[in-house]
Nanobody, 113 residues
Framework: VQLQASGGGLVQAGGSLRLSCSAS????????MGWYRQAPGKQRELVAV??????TDYADSVSGRFTISREAKNTVSLQMNSLKPDDTAVYYC?????????WGQGTQVTVSS
């Protein structure tokens, strides 16, 4: 599975951004898609995930501000509202099957105070 992410950029605190990700290849095997992020000097962490069947999970730090949407089996978006400087990171799209995971190239999100 290959992933192509778009969106991201620079926004002031309190603003909004939307990330999108499209998968190609063996999409029939995908059972979850989501977003991770990695800030400088920190480990990569889960932001939100959408599983086949509709279950979604969010990191506590973004719950209530971010919304993950699965438009199709191979596309996922992340609407990010009320952004904070702590949300600054490189965001990675992720897709999982029963056997492996695939990662997108990463997109920078910078929130200025």
């Amino acid at each position: 599975v290959q992933l192509q992410a778009s969106g991201g950029g620079l926004v002031q605190a309190g603003g909004s951004l939307r990330l999108s990700c499209s998968a190609s290849g063996s999409i029939i095997s995908i059972n979850r898609m989501g977003w991770y992020r990695q800030a400088p000097g920190k480990q990569r962490e889960l932001v939100a995930v959408s599983r086949t069947g509709g279950q979604t999970d969010y990191a506590d730090s973004v719950s209530g501000r971010f919304t993950i949407s699965r438009e199709a089996k191979n596309t996922v978006s992340l609407q990010m509202n009320s952004l904070k400087p702590d949300d600054t990171a490189v965001y990675y799209c992720n897709a999982g099957t029963s056997f492996y995971e695939s990662w997108g190239q990463g997109t920078q999100v910078t929130v200025s105070s």
